[in-house]
Structures are given as structure tokens and as C-alpha cells.
């Protein structure tokens, strides 16, 4: 397939990314590192403003620098935790968030946060700076978290707060919000649109308040009474989330959504969900039951690596279920996926490790 990107430069242009390329000694993805090359030659053949040439070489360069940060713990599970920076030391929250993040940590997780004071600090000290990874942002105003915090190896400090937001989703497995202000909000209601859309593959994704706190509570009857009143979202799009005061029932829904199931790729308009434990035919007969509507197109069935899969040698050991989804409720994914975590065919949940097979 012809590059866009490169065919759209003069040929003696192209050529000479290409040789770069080889002198640097690339040789694994080279069609994407030319393509970003060149995509920077034909920006500045464009004659943007510095401005925006700025915003796209700092873009760039935050994105490497986390992606370097990451990159070592690519097999470990991590959670992302978001709330208020400004949270004090003895608010109920800042205990309640040591205590859901050590125990995350003593289960084999990494607590990603916003490396700022607050809740983020308190991630950081409920799961030990070796448990942590941290994205800061440069903020003229915010208070900075303590040195022990601030000074942690694993933190990258970003500009903005796009590239920002990107590696605090993009990385994690699951996700805790404790009550926060706007960039709290602005966090969680991404979250669910990304879910909701199909955008991102489904995660466990806990609004965990203080002992008898009301503020997710309060969300949830906003939620009913004006957004699925007016029909501006579907009466399910909320239960994907759980509200709950409680550490023990925070960490088992985030250990608990990978007891069985895995992983999830679109092959065509077909989608594969793979799982750590083989269903029984009448396993797959009462999904079918419950869960028909989701896939009226020949519903859901047992399936061998397709050929995408075996191409990439992707997770062909896993069972498998295939399924032509009704592509507008794939927002729904999430209660099948529980369905298939409730199985009693599914693995007993290890109550000190990660239950999923990689990362993925």
C-alpha cells in the first residue's frame, strides 16, 4: 500500500529520509518512523506557524519521553488513579486512596497517577515509589507534591495536558476516580466516552468515594434524573461504572474484570474475545440467551484462532469466542465481559497476582 505521506514528497526528499533512516540503524516498524519523518517534512513544506510547529515537535517529544518511562513495565498491570490535587493529608479520601492503592500493589499492580499533591500523592504513598509511575504537567499555580514524590525516577513531566491524558488512559488497565473538581470530572466523563463509543476496550472502572460519602452518589442521580431522561445517553451507559465506598470492593473490581477474560481484537466485523478458561457448550448456550441481541448475526460461538490471529501470532494459546456484534451497542460489551468472568468455568481469582495473562 502506497505512504501518503511519503509519496506526497519530492523523491529526492523521500529518498534521503529513507537513507536516514537505514544510517540509524532502524529496522523493526521503518514504514512508521518514515512516516512520521515524513510528516514532518511536509509540515514545514506546508509554512505553518512556529506556534504550531512548536505544539507538534513538544507533542512529540513528551510522547517518546513517556513511552520510554513506560516501556519497561509493559507486562505489568497498572491502574490509573485520578483526583483532586487538592486533598489534604487528613481528608478521609487521602487514606481511603493509600489503602486501595497498596492493596492494588500487594496484587502485582502499578499505581499510575498525575504526579501532583492530593490524591495523586497519596497513590504514590499507598503503593511505595517502586509501585508507581507518574505524569506530571507544569502548572504556574498548583501546589508541588512532597520531594519524596516529586524527586520519584518514575515520573515524565508533560506540557499539555492532551499528551498527558493520553498516557494516563492509554497505559492502564483499570481506573479508580475519587471525587475531584473540573479536571477530575473532565477525566472520568472521558472515560466513559471512550467506552461508551467503542473507542477504547473495555476496563473496570471504579468512582470510589470516603466511608458514607455522597459525591459519586449525587453524579448517579444526576445521571438518572437529567441525562437518561432525556435520552442524551442509554439507560445502561452509567452501569458500566461501580460506585462504591469500599477498598476491598474497588480492588476486586479491578482484578476481578480480568478473572477470565483477556483480551478483545476486531477481525473484519468480526469480534474475539479471548478468555484464560475454555466455556462448556451450555456455558455458550446460556450467553446466547442472555445475550443474543448483542449479536444477532449468528450470536456467539466457540471459535479457533482466526486468520488475522494467526498471522500475528497473537494469543493463539487462549480460547476464543467470536460474535458479529450489533456495532451500536458495542458500549454494552462490558456486561457480557462480566458474564464471562462469572462463568463457573473461569479460573478462581488469585488474590495476590494479576489475572490476566500479558498486558494488553
Not at 472515560?191 to 468515594?209: F, M, R, S, W
Request: contains cysteine; charged residues 25%; aromatic residues 6%.
Amino acid at each position: 500500500m502506497p505512504d501518503d505521506a511519503m509519496d506526497a514528497l519530492p523523491p529526492a526528499v523521500a529518498e534521503e529520509l529513507r537513507d536516514a533512516v537505514m544510517s540509524a540503524g532502524i529496522h523493526e516498524d521503518r514504514d512508521l518512523v518514515l512516516r512520521i519523518l515524513a510528516t514532518g517534512a511536509g509540515l514545514g513544506m506546508d509554512a505553518p506557524g512556529r506556534l504550531d510547529l512548536k505544539i507538534v515537535s513538544a507533542s512529540l517529544e513528551e510522547m517518546r519521553a513517556a513511552f520510554r518511562l513506560f516501556a519497561p513495565y509493559v507486562d505489568v498491570p497498572k491502574v490509573t488513579i485520578f483526583g483532586s490535587a487538592r486533598t489534604r493529608q487528613q481528608d478521609a479520601l487521602y487514606r481511603q486512596t493509600m489503602d486501595v492503592t497498596s492493596a492494588l500493589a500487594d496484587r502485582g499492580w502499578i499505581a499510575v497517577t498525575g504526579a501532583g499533591p492530593g490524591i495523586m500523592q497519596a497513590a504514590v504513598q499507598g503503593a511505595g515509589p517502586k509501585r508507581s509511575i507518574g505524569v506530571s504537567i507544569r502548572l504556574p499555580f498548583e501546589e508541588h507534591p512532597e520531594d519524596a514524590v516529586q524527586d520519584d525516577p518514575n515520573v515524565v513531566t508533560m506540557k499539555y495536558f492532551f499528551t498527558r491524558k493520553l498516557m494516563l488512559v492509554k497505559e492502564s488497565s483499570g481506573f479508580i476516580c475519587l471525587p475531584g473538581g473540573f479536571g477530575t470530572l473532565d477525566e472520568m466523563f472521558e472515560l466513559l466516552t471512550l467506552q461508551q463509543t467503542g473507542k477504547a476496550e473495555p476496563v473496570p472502572i471504579v468512582l470510589l468515594d470516603a466511608p458514607g460519602g455522597t459525591f459519586w452518589a449525587g453524579l448517579r442521580r444526576f445521571v438518572d434524573e437529567q441525562l437518561i431522561t432525556t435520552g442524551v445517553i442509554s439507560p445502561d451507559d452509567f452501569d458500566r461504572v461501580l460506585i462504591t465506598d469500599s477498598v476491598d470492593a474497588a480492588v476486586s473490581e479491578i482484578t476481578g474484570f480480568w478473572r477470565n477474560y483477556d483480551s478483545l481484537r476486531w477481525v473484519g466485523h468480526r469480534l474475539v474475545l479471548r478468555l484464560k478458561a475454555d466455556p462448556t457448550d451450555a456455558e455458550i448456550a446460556s450467553l446466547n440467551e442472555r445475550f443474543g441481541e448483542l449479536a444477532p448475526d449468528g450470536g456467539i460461538a466457540r471459535t479457533e484462532p482466526l486468520r488475522a490471529e494467526r498471522v500475528d501470532q497473537d494469543r493463539l494459546e487462549l480460547p476464543r469466542l467470536v460474535l458479529r456484534l450489533d456495532q451500536f451497542r458495542v458500549g454494552e460489551l462490558h456486561r457480557l465481559i462480566r458474564a464471562l468472568n462469572a462463568l463457573g468455568s473461569a479460573p478462581a481469582l488469585d488474590k495476590t497476582r494479576w489475572s490476566r495473562t500479558t498486558e494488553g
